[in-house]
């Protein structure tokens, strides 16, 4: 009876211990040790959230606005219009069909599609400083007593392309592309075979300011302030300067000296001489 009776305890003692580790390992409830945030890590949650936010949507639109608009404008730059206009005159136009002859186009709607129709105006103009008058509309006239440059080729921007509603080539032809029309128009002073119909240097330098300058700053400095708020970015302190403690232990056999052995050996022998063991 009583090896029964304990082996009754010894299993209800086991049966304990067993539902203890069960209800250990068992997920606690989620609202039982709810830790609540102080305002210190709200705000730095937010601040987070908002930093990164900000540097990714930067940093992502530079691969959409550096093709599109920056690159075209620092090539604009680049050829050294003139400010003041001066008046061209339409030659010939030419409407070609095919990839090969279409290698570039005076306007298309779109910069990234093939050409397979395209439109070739070429223009002569006035290499020298006039100045047109305001509110004139005849300028056959005007062309008449000065000189005209060699042919050269009318582009709508410097890349020949863009996108409706700021290019529209359907009235850009239509309007530029008659024979012996005259209007103002820009030439580059390091190729004179470029010309555009517009032209401002205050508004490409905007352009690069608003759609590079500003995305990549924003970038920077949210990058930056995210370091600092999760990255250690302080200056360790240089501990080189500190003298080295010297050692307090005292020094193996395997350190001494050849001749400090040689004196400790030189001590022993008299001894070891003078005593005899008995026979």
Known sequence: MRSGSSELLLEQQQQELRLRKIRELAPKKKNGNRRFRSWRER??????????????????????????????????LSHDFIEHPTLCTTTRREDLVGIFNCSWSSCREGCTSDLYRCVHIYVTFIEQNITIPENMTDY?????????????????????????PTVTCKNFNMYYGVEGAIYPCFYSRKNKTVVLTSYNHDDQEAVIIHFFVVPFVITVISSIALCIMHCDCRCKKDRSHRRNRPQCRRPRIENLSDTSISTRVDMLTPAIEVYKPPL
């Open 43 to 76: 705000a730095r949650f937010y601040g987070t959230s908002t930093l990164a936010f900000f540097s990714v949507t930067a940093g992502a639109s530079l691969l959409f606005l550096v093709p599109l608009y920056v690159d075209p404008a620092i090539s604009t």
């Open 140 to 164: 056959s006239n005007y062309t008449a007593d000065w000189e005209q440059s060699n042919e050269a080729t009318l582009l709508v921007n410097i890349k020949g392309c863009g996108y409706p």
